[in-house]
């Protein structure tokens, strides 16, 4: 069957089962690779994109229910917040082998695009679905309050 996706910006017609999880879809018949598969179980957060604004894990979304919704993927994330999120990332040294980072950097995003002060308490719960094999997870909090105060400074 043919659904149609509008991904990045850009309207799309794959023909696929519509059982097919949202990140095959997106990485083979798309070739947007930077959404990355790690378990396949919605449990570590490796292959979170945008769906409608909300953070999703794009291994448990069906092509079918994709179909029609705005999709992000971290190949176009922009605007201010993945700019901050993006410097802090860099300033913090928050990425080491960077398997992690797509899906990081995705519900970072989200989280300041929905609270743009968010309390340690915040950034964890947001934050919760994403594993991290190498551990920077105090960095990527520091990054992400660095974030907020970065947005914030430059909203006064």
Known sequence: MIYTLHVNGEWHRVDDDGQT???????????LTGTKYGCGK??????????????????????AD??????????????????????????????????CQSGQVMSAVALLRSNPAPTDQDIDLAMSGNLCRCATYP???????????ALGASRS
Do not use: Y
């Open 42 to 63: 919605a449990q570590c957060g490796a292959c979170t994109v945008h769906l409608d604004g909300r953070p999703v894990r794009s291994c448990s979304v069906a092509l």
């Open 21 to 31: 999880p949202l990140l095959w879809v997106l990485r083979d018949a798309l070739r």
């Open 66 to 99: 994709a179909a029609g919704a705005q999709i992000g993927t971290i190949e176009a994330v922009g605007g201010a917040e993945a700019d901050a999120v993006t410097e802090a990332w860099v300033a913090r040294g928050v990425p080491q082998c960077g398997f």
């Open 139 to 149: 960095r990527i909090r520091a990054g992400i309050h660095d974030a907020a105060a």
